[in-house]
Every structure is written in structure tokens, then in C-alpha cells.
């Protein structure tokens, strides 16, 4: 047993803990458990390899892919994510449009919402299997050297860099949602959205804004593991099951929860990989999952219903 | 002739996809219940039958030698019991949570499928495994017959069954139990215990449908048993018509029809390296099928049928 398995824990955790606030968003506000949602972090960091990619081929004497600093990307990554950020949302705007939009005004039952998010997420996984084929694909070449934090612990720039930024985002959000009108009829959606549009609270907006928020940041973590890791069309599959067990172990709804949630599958994952081998690390999650349905359905921050 | 051994072939997949088809029905057609580990269910089965029947080896737990029908029955069994835990487990809380349940099942047996080598050979699977119908094995034309015989057979019994059962009072309650939970528990019903009920009876016979499958084709892998597999049966059960029997079976044969003519049409006209590529634009299309389903023709192509008491008589409104 070696310290490094926190370090390991905590940056696998925050990957899942960004993802899992867009999933624990769209389940408590539109109501549904979105298999969709594993796919948008891989769609995330598709678009924005190919985003990255055309950039460096368009102005490559500009040096976007001169390391900044530390890290092991040039400026074209940042610029490229914004721009990956955008797409994605699009692409969830669009998918909500033509498929869980019109379920919903049809008054379809949660369940065959869900039934249409698996559909559509073997359809999302494959269409990227078929553009960009299975083989990994890498945001950046370069090496990095991981340095020493004490207590035998190492870590690269990049990897202390996504913890940081899930720090900043993680507040920034939770300010959004505790402090804001926009956060406050997100809020009232989730408890009651009959009575939320009866006060005169924009619902389709508010269900926009959800989109916006879950696709961003899916997009976020699916650029962190595949800087860290790396890219396949699998990869959001892979991570769909963590997600889902940090939403459901932090309490369906809590930003807070699925960032705390994240974090605990994060470590178990890696203490579980020192105890019993890294074959095994994908069963992690589904035991969290059946011991939070024993031992808390609600979760640890959410509310009973 | 070789397209008849071929045709037989076909025809006998076809007919196991029918009974696992058969058990989401019960699962979801008649409950309400939605299952997206199907392929756990079907892969608990055939590895426990096999299990059971396979002569012992020395690298390997288990290996008893039983006959055929005792594996068949054993992996019902056992696939109910597992069934019953993920059930147990979930029923009793928001009706999404079995749906995330049984996804993570799936996954965690497909690594136990995978790692568990003392017990299931682990990646290189099981081959060797007896057939029924064995002794006829040289005459191809003869054994695909055979098994298919043999298969329809399973799938004609349990149609009978499952009508019988659909329309018996146990079956009539479930509907209600699906319609209205709260009106059925106002009528001393007691919802979490049949939902409990279909749910293992469906697992039983997923499990039964993947040893069927196993024995026919003699070896068995966990590759076999990925989400894929769960996906291309719900597909199987929307297009055919969930809540009708003879939609599931429809459906299933339909499906893999579209699903195998795609597939040899691909290797057709797609250079070898390119094969694999194409064929996730298989999954494409049924995906995109599957939401285009639920978005425009929910009920299927066999919508389901009013089914009443037969002691009341027929209905005439509809």
C-alpha cells in the first residue's frame, strides 16, 4: 500500500466527479437517467482532438503545440476546448431537440426516455468507432516528468493542473446554483416543475441552461482523461457506471454530492487496484453502487423522496 | 444444400434470441421493468450449464459431466436467483434505479466472466461443450435440422406458457401492477412482490435461452455476452412489439435477419481492414432504429392485445 493511490484516487476522482454533476443535473431536472451522458465526454474530447488538430494544421508556425510552461500543451489546447465546449453543447441541444424533447411533450414515461438515451448512446458511441475507428487516439505527444509532493507521492503539471481547475469549476458552479435567480429556478424545476412553471419560471430555459452546463463540463472531463490518458470511442462507456455510482452515492441532485461522490469511486478505484489487481477496477463502482442502495438510497446529500 | 444447413443455422440463433426475447417481454412488456443487463442474464445461464455439463478438465472448476436438460434447468435456476438479488436489491426504490442496477451487473459479471479463470476459462472461454444431438454431428444438414427442431420446439412451449400465464389472473394483476401501481395496492395487491416475481421469471428464462445457445454452438467466451448483445434483443422486442408474445418472437427473427444480411453485406463490399469500421455503422443504424421506434411507433409492428378473463367472453370494443 503506497500514498501514491490517493494522488492516483483523487485525479481519476475528479474526471468522474465533472462528469457526474452534468448526469446527477439532467437526472434531477429533466428527470431521467441519461445513458447518453458517458458519451458526451467522449464526444467532448473527439471534438476536441479534431478541433486541436485543425488549428495546429492551420497555424502551425504559430506554435500551438509549444509546450506552456509545465505543461505538456500548447496554447491550442485551451483555445481548442472552448471551442470543443461549444460544439458539444450543440450537440446535446440537438440531440435533446429531436429525441428527449419531443418524448417529453409527448408526456412519454421516464422510463422509455431512459430506453431512447441507451439507444442513442450505442448509436453516439458507434458513429465514433466508425469516424475516427478504435485505435486510442492522444492530445498531446509529450512526455512529462512526475514530481515529487513528499510522502512518496508524484504527480505531473498536467495532473495537478485538472485537479485545480475541477476545484475552480466545482465552486464557480455551486455559486451559479446557490446564489443566482438562473440556479434558483433550476432548483424549483428539480423540486416541482408543474409548480415551477405555474410561478411563471421559464422551464424550457432552465432545461437549456442544464444542457449547457452538463455538456460543458462532460466535455471538460472527457479533454482531462484524454490528456492524462487517453482517447477511444469507448472511454465514456467505460466511465458511464462511476458516473452514475458518484450521482447516485452523492444524492441525485447535490453538485457538492457527485463531486464528493466522484472522488470516493476515484480512491476506491485505486485502492482497489493495489488490493486486487487493476482487472478488476471496473467492478469497483457497481459495489459502491449496491452498497448505497443497501445501507442510503438517498445518498449522502440528497433528499428522500 | 449448403444454404439449407445455412438456413437451419440461422433459424436456430434466431429462435434463442426468441426465448431471451421472450423474458424481457415478461420483464418489460408485462412489468414494465427495464433490464439493460439482458446480456448478463443470458451469459449467467450459459456459463452455469456449462458448468454442469462439460466433461471435467483439470484446469477448471466444475466440469460434471450432467446431461443437457439438467444444465438447461440449472442455468434457469440459476440466472432466476440472480434475477431474484438485482431485484430484491432495487424494486423497492425509483424505478430508473433497477435500469442502473442491471447495467452495472452486467459489467461486473462480464469481469467476472473474464477473470474468474479457475471457473470460466477466462478469455479463451469454454469449448468443446456437448451438443444435443451430438451423435449427428458429421451430418451437418442433419444436426442444424436437428437443433432447430429441437429450439422451436423451447420457443412453442414457452409462447404457450407465457399466454397461459398472461392471461391467467397472475398475469392480468402484473398489468395492473404496470397501469396503475396504486389502484393495485388499493385492491390488496402486493406490487413489489409480483414485480419481483416477473422479473426473476424473466431472468430464468434468459439464463435458459444462453445455455440453449451455448450447447448449440459449443463454445462460449464473455465477448458473447457485452451490452451489444443487450441492445440488439431490446431492439429485437421494440421493433416486434413489447407486451405481445408473438411481437418478441417477430421481433427477434426480424432483427437478426436485418442484423446478419447487414453483416454479410458488409464483408461483401468492405475491403478487410476496413470490416470493423463498418461494422459499428451496424450498431448506427439499429440505434438509431431503436429511438426512431420509440419516437413514432412505440407499440411495435404486433401491438399488444387487450387481454381480459376468458371466462367474461370476447370483447367487442376496441
Known amino acids: ?305 | 444444400m449448403e444454404y439449407l444447413a445455412y438456413a437451419a443455422f440461422f433459424l436456430t440463433l434466431a429462435m434463442t434470441f426468441s426465448i431471451i426475447c421472450l423474458g424481457l417481454n415478461v420483464q418489460w412488456g408485462q412489468t414494465g421493468l427495464f433490464n439493460v443487463g439482458v446480456a448478463a442474464f443470458v451469459g449467467v445461464g450459459a456459463y452455469t450449464s456449462v458448468l454442469l455439463t462439460t466433461p471435467a478438465t483439470p484446469d477448471r472448476i466444475g466440469g460434471f459431466g450432467l446431461p443437457i436438460a439438467v444444465g438447461w434447468i440449472g442455468a434457469a435456476g440459476v440466472s432466476a436467483v440472480v434475477s431474484f438479488l438485482v431485484g430484491a436489491l432495487t424494486l423497492r426504490l425509483r424505478s430508473d434505479y433497477l435500469a442502473i442496477t442491471t447495467f452495472g451487473i452486467a459489467i461486473a459479471l462480464q469481469l467476472c466472466f473474464q477473470n474468474i479463470e479457475v471457473l470460466t476459462g477466462g478469455v479463451f472461454g469454454v469449448g468443446f461443450i456437448p451438443r444435443a444431438f451430438g451423435s449427428v454431428q458429421a451430418n451437418a444438414l442433419l444436426f442444424n435440422y436437428a437443433n432447430l427442431a429441437l429450439a422451436a420446439a423451447l420457443v412453442v412451449v414457452l409462447y404457450l406458457v407465457l399466454e397461459h400465464l398472461a392471461r391467467s389472473p397472475w398475469g392480468r394483476v402484473l398489468r395492473a401492477v404496470r397501469e396503475d401501481e396504486a389502484a393495485a395496492q388499493s385492491l390488496g395487491k402486493n406490487p413489489a412482490a409480483l414485480r419481483l416475481q416477473a422479473f426473476a421469471l424473466g431472468g430464468a428464462i434468459m439464463g435458459l435461452a444462453g445455455a440453449v445457445q451455448a450447447h448449440f454452438v459449443g463454445f462460449i467466451s464473455p465477448p458473447n455476452y457485452l451490452p451489444m448483445l443487450t441492445f440488439q434483443v431490446w431492439a429485437m422486442l421494440i421493433v416486434g412489439g413489447s407486451g405481445n408474445n408473438m411481437g418478441a418472437i417477430l421481433g427477434a427473427v426480424l432483427v437478426w435477419a436485418i442484423w446478419a444480411l447487414s453483416g454479410s453485406l458488409i464483408s461483401e463490399v468492405f475491403p478487410a481492414d476496413q470490416q470493423a469500421r463498418a461494422a459499428s455503422l451496424q450498431i448506427v443504424v439499429i440505434g438509431v432504429m431503436l429511438c426512431l421506434l420509440l419516437l413514432w411507433r412505440p407499440q411495435g409492428l404486433l401491438p399488444e392485445r387487450q387481454t381480459i378473463s376468458k371466462h367474461l367472453g370476447t370483447r367487442h370494443d376496441t
Not at chain 1, 500551438?64 to 509545465?70: C, Q, R, Y
Not at chain 1, 507521492?153 to 446564489?179: H, S
Open chain 1, 1 to 305: 500500500m503506497s500514498f501514491q493511490a490517493i494522488i492516483d484516487g483523487l485525479i481519476a476522482g475528479t474526471t468522474i466527479g465533472l462528469g457526474a454533476i452534468g448526469l446527477t443535473l439532467t437526472y434531477s431536472i429533466l428527470r431521467f437517467a441519461n445513458f447518453t451522458h458517458g458519451d458526451f465526454l467522449a464526444w467532448g474530447a473527439y471534438l476536441t482532438l479534431s478541433v486541436s488538430g485543425f488549428l495546429g494544421g492551420l497555424v502551425a508556425s504559430l506554435g500551438v503545440t509549444t509546450p506552456l510552461g509545465p505543461f505538456s500543451f500548447g496554447w491550442g489546447l485551451p483555445v481548442s476546448l472552448i471551442i470543443g465546449i461549444t460544439l458539444t453543447i450543440l450537440l446535446t441541444m440537438a440531440l435533446d431537440k429531436l429525441l428527449f424533447g419531443r418524448l417529453r411533450r409527448r408526456g412519454a414515461d421516464a422510463i422509455i426516455i431512459v430506453m431512447a438515451s441507451f439507444g442513442a448512446s450505442m448509436a453516439l458511441r458507434s458513429l465514433l468507432e466508425f469516424i475516427y475507428t478504435a485505435n486510442p487516439q492522444y492530445l498531446t505527444r509529450e512526455l512529462q516528468i512526475a514530481e515529487p509532493l513528499g510522502l512518496g507521492m508524484r504527480a505531473t503539471p498536467d495532473q495537478l493542473l485538472t485537479i485545480g481547475l475541477t476545484a475552480v469549476l466545482v465552486v464557480a458552479l455551486n455559486l451559479f446554483v446557490t446564489r443566482t435567480p438562473m440556479g434558483r429556478a433550476m432548483r424549483a424545476v428539480s423540486e416541482n416543475p408543474a409548480l415551477a412553471g405555474v410561478y411563471g419560471i421559464e422551464v424550457q430555459r432552465v432545461i437549456r441552461v442544464t444542457w449547457i452546463i452538463g455538456a460543458g463540463l462532460a466535455c471538460v472531463a472527457g479533454v482531462m482523461s484524454g490528456l492524462l490518458v487517453q482517447i477511444r470511442p469507448y472511454m465514456g462507456f467505460d466511465l458511464l457506471l462511476p458516473l452514475f455510482a458518484a450521482a447516485i452515492l452523492g444524492g441525485v441532485g447535490s453538485i457538492p454530492g457527485a463531486v464528493i461522490g466522484g472522488l470516493i469511486i476515484g480512491l476506491a478505484e485505486a485502492f482497489a487496484v493495489q488490493i486486487f489487481g487493476a482487472e478488476w477496477r471496473a467492478g469497483v463502482a457497481f459495489i459502491v453502487l449496491v452498497l448505497v442502495l443497501l445501507v442510503r438510497p438517498t445518498g449522502l446529500f440528497g433528499r428522500p423522496s
